[in-house]
């Protein structure tokens, strides 16, 4: 799924990657934890291949996508358009068109953001830009989902929509890596949590295991302890 070697990526004299490994071998849920700067936003980036690699390598599936912490939607362009743009232009018939505009409608739908299908984004919240953001990438049925902070600036009971859609995601066999300051959301949400700190990966710890507190996670992300 996922086979990343001696990832190296700097920036300058800085590395913001240093020699990193990890691997995500079935469809799982995998929350990126780090404080800002531990480099969790430049290896989605690299693994996406919107930044290159000094060192190593990364395998991934062809079909990835990924949702940007700052949206990135088009401005000239509605919610209802940035949502659509993609899977439409490669629609090959009348069939895959009607389950695209199916797909859109469900999607912002279950994100509370239909009655803004026709908003520009200028006019959005940043909680509307972000589901928008949210829809764009799911309506392409990534293999792997790479979700930049997805939960910033939304409330709480958006959160736990949040939550349920990356849920069913995962269910339909997509593997998810999720970068994010709130603990409790990826706890919540994820099988693995790997925790990032300057370029380096310092903890590797399944929420399954019967020993696994949230608590202790959050010691860890405080003090490194």
């Given at each position: 799924m996922v086979d990343i070697v001696n990832a190296t990526k700097c920036f300058g004299e800085a590395c913001i990657l240093q020699s990193l490994n990890l691997k995500i071998s079935d469809p799982e849920i995998v929350g990126l934890a780090?404080?800002?700067?531990?480099?969790?936003?430049?290896?989605?980036?690299?693994?996406?291949?919107?930044?290159?690699l000094n060192e190593g390598t990364i395998q991934r599936p062809?079909?990835?996508g990924f949702m940007f912490q700052d949206f990135?939607?088009?401005?000239?362009?509605?919610?209802?358009?940035?949502?659509?743009?993609a899977p439409l232009r490669q629609a090959n018939n009348q069939s895959e068109i009607k389950e695209c505009l199916k797909s859109a409608q469900e999607l912002l739908q279950s994100l509370g953001i239909l009655s803004q299908k026709n908003v520009y984004p200028h006019r959005l919240s940043g909680g509307q830009k972000q589901r928008a953001a949210l829809a764009r990438?799911?309506?392409?049925?990534p293999k792997l989902l790479l979700c930049d902070e997805p939960t910033s600036g939304l409330d709480r009971s958006t959160t736990k929509s949040v939550i349920q859609i990356l849920k069913q995601v995962h269910?339909?066999?997509?593997?998810?890596?999720?970068?994010?300051?709130?603990?409790?959301?990826?706890?919540?949400?994820?099988?693995?949590?790997?925790?990032?700190?300057?370029?380096?990966?310092?903890?590797?710890?399944?929420?399954q295991e019967s020993g696994f507190h949230e608590s202790s996670l959050y010691q860890f992300y405080k003090t490194g302890d």
């Amino acid at each position: 799924m996922v086979d990343i070697v001696n990832a190296t990526k700097c920036f300058g004299e800085a590395c913001i990657l240093q020699s990193l490994n990890l691997k995500i071998s079935d469809p799982e849920i995998v929350g990126l934890a780090g404080t800002s700067g531990s480099g969790k936003s430049t290896l989605l980036r690299c693994i996406q291949g919107i930044e290159l690699l000094n060192e190593g390598t990364i395998q991934r599936p062809v079909n990835t996508g990924f949702m940007f912490q700052d949206f990135q939607l088009f401005p000239h362009m509605t919610v209802w358009e940035n949502v659509t743009y993609a899977p439409l232009r490669q629609a090959n018939n009348q069939s895959e068109i009607k389950e695209c505009l199916k797909s859109a409608q469900e999607l912002l739908q279950s994100l509370g953001i239909l009655s803004q299908k026709n908003v520009y984004p200028h006019r959005l919240s940043g909680g509307q830009k972000q589901r928008a953001a949210l829809a764009r990438a799911l309506i392409m049925h990534p293999k792997l989902l790479l979700c930049d902070e997805p939960t910033s600036g939304l409330d709480r009971s958006t959160t736990k929509s949040v939550i349920q859609i990356l849920k069913q995601v995962h269910e339909k066999g997509v593997a998810l890596l999720i970068a994010s300051h709130d603990l409790h959301f990826l706890c919540t949400l994820s099988h693995r949590i790997v925790m990032m700190r300057h370029g380096s990966i310092v903890l590797d710890v399944s929420t399954q295991e019967s020993g696994f507190h949230e608590s202790s996670l959050y010691q860890f992300y405080k003090t490194g302890d």
